[in-house]
């Protein structure tokens, strides 16, 4: 229940701003215990990976909206994102059961925690660039560059951190899987993006699509690969 609960909260938001970080608790709350309960982080299967995914989207936004200087719409918006993401966690199937010894590790720990942490701040990228495009906001600009600059570097750690945990779990760090193909092909579309940003003649709209469309590639990369693809990433 607290897991809906947080998904009615966000939406609430729209109405009260408040309840925006309440949700946050709760649904922090939520994360805590059910870690609890299991005796392990909860980042396997896509009931914890969405919901903890909800969460890193809500938590990281709440510094930019505090630092923008046109606040209005940005936190509702946030609160969508968030809110779609947690309904889809809690109607999507639980693993409760232990964790194979190839997952028993904190590398792989380190390796999730770290990429939806980059995925939420490439999120919160994306919807400061939507408001580039349609409010004319030229300070979110700015933002998208920082939330993804951040992001980008917590996503090369993790990459690193994956890399170790596959080293130790099949003696190789990389494996041709499709997760691993497109988790390269998102590192590489952000860093055309952090290039293109410093050339002149890419700036403004450009590049604000250009942030945009690698939060489509983190989306597939992250359900559609680990849906449709049969991997060591797989659901």
């Known amino acids: ?14 109405l009260w701003k408040p309840f925006f970080y309440v949700a946050i608790l ?4 939520y994360i805590l215990s059910r870690g609890v309960a299991l005796g392990r982080l909860p980042l396997v299967g896509l009931h ?6 909800s969460f890193s989207t809500a938590i990281f936004s709440v510094p930019f909206y505090l630092t923008l200087k046109e606040k209005k719409g940005f936190l509702e918006s946030m609160a969508v994102l968030a809110a779609v993401f947690a309904i889809l966690g809690y109607l999507s199937p639980q693993v409760n059961t232990p964790l194979p010894p190839v997952l028993k590790t904190y590398w792989f720990e380190l390796h999730v925690v770290l990429s939806f942490f980059s995925y939420g701040l490439f999120g919160i990228g994306a919807i ?16 998208q560059y920082k939330a ?7 996503f090369s750690l993790s990459m690193v951190f994956g890399g170790i945990w596959a080293f ?29 940003r410093f050339r002149p ?35």
Do not use: C, N
Request: net charge neutral.
């Open 1 to 14: 229940m607290i897991a809906v609960f947080s998904f009615v909260l966000y939406l609430s938001s729209l």
């Open 26 to 29: 709760f649904q922090g709350a």
């Open 48 to 53: 914890d990976t969405l919901t903890f995914l």
């Open 128 to 143: 400061l660039g939507l408001r580039y495009l349609f409010l004319s906001d030229s300070d979110t600009e700015a933002l």
């Open 148 to 154: 993804i600059l951040i992001g980008y570097l917590i």
């Open 168 to 196: 130790l779990a099949w003696g190789t760090y990389w494996l041709w899987t499709p997760k691993e193909i497109w988790t390269t092909l998102l590192w590489l579309t952000y860093t055309l993006y952090l290039h293109l």
């Open 201 to 235: 003649w890419w700036l403004g709209k450009k590049i604000v699509i250009t942030g945009i469309a690698g939060y489509l590639v983190v989306l597939f990369t992250y359900l559609g690969v680990g849906l449709l693809m049969k991997s060591s990433h797989s659901f």
